[in-house]
């Protein structure tokens, strides 16, 4: 007896975006991705990473395409509505409130999330239990965290929300190895717990060693998806140079 087929955790079929008058910079993706795995999107610069996951997280309106959320169509929804809907996003940049607290940032997280089925005690238990080094220090502002520490508490933000989905855009931009692998182990931590996970980053070496596959993108274009440990440095050196000139 055969299986009913999975329905992909986020599914996007024809999806284009772009600024303005300007031509396309996401130019017609395709992906379906599994429940609980980890997708890591890269790269070279100026391949249209950022812009991808921008669209997806609702903050581009896409000129053309479908993105669904576990079977349901998001595409017309705000970002807020999106949130609602399962799929959670945490920017490289200003994803937490340096001036408040751990705690005041986590209370603002839910603030506007009443209806949203999972939120709330039992879920901010599981997020706490994720993130130990966040939950033991609630008084202490945020600003005053290091960087990879800043990046928990962004994953914990999001987390609070009991997301289907959670989009990361380069969340070791700017970090030291040390807290890149740290900010690693806290991704595969979040998969682990049963969310599936879009990962665009641009340190390739650290994407490859937690991902389930990776998809390159080349001028806004799918130019390869593979199991991660099918990608050699060959294969990359070709997809990000040599097909991108």
Do not use: H, W
Not at 69 to 96: C, F, H, I, K, W
Not at 157 to 169: F, H, K, R, T, Y
Not at 191 to 220: K, Y
């Amino acid at each position: 007896m055969s299986m009913p087929p999975v329905t992909p955790a986020l599914s996007v079929q024809g999806l284009r975006a772009g600024y303005g008058n300007g031509g396309d910079i996401v130019c017609g993706i395709d992906i379906d991705q599994a429940p609980e795995t980890v997708l890591a999107v890269i790269g070279p610069n100026g391949s249209g990473k950022s812009t991808f996951v921008k669209t997806l997280a609702g903050l581009l309106r896409p000129r053309a395409g479908i993105i669904a959320v576990t079977g349901r169509d998001v595409t017309a929804l705000s970002p807020a509505r999106r949130v609602m809907a399962g799929l959670a996003y945490v920017p490289q940049e200003a994803n937490v409130f340096g001036n408040l607290t751990i705690r005041e940032n986590l209370k603002l997280a839910t603030e506007f999330l009443r209806g949203r089925p999972g939120v709330g005690p039992a879920q901010r238990e599981l997020v706490m239990a994720l993130f130990p080094e966040i939950a033991a220090r609630p008084k202490l502002l945020a600003g005053n965290l290091s960087g990879g520490q800043r990046q928990m508490l962004a994953f914990a933000c999001a987390l609070l929300a009991n997301p289907e989905v959670l989009l990361l855009d380069e969340p070791s931009a700017g970090l030291s190895p040390k807290f890149v692998g740290e900010t690693m182990e806290a991704v595969v931590r979040v998969r682990e717990s049963g969310v599936t996970v879009l990962l665009v980053e641009q340190n390739v070496a650290a994407a490859l060693r937690i991902a389930d596959e990776v998809m390159v993108l080349v001028a806004g274009r799918k130019s390869l998806r593979a199991p991660a440990k099918d990608i050699s440095n060959a294969d990359l050196a070709d997809l990000f140079f040599a097909k991108a000139g």
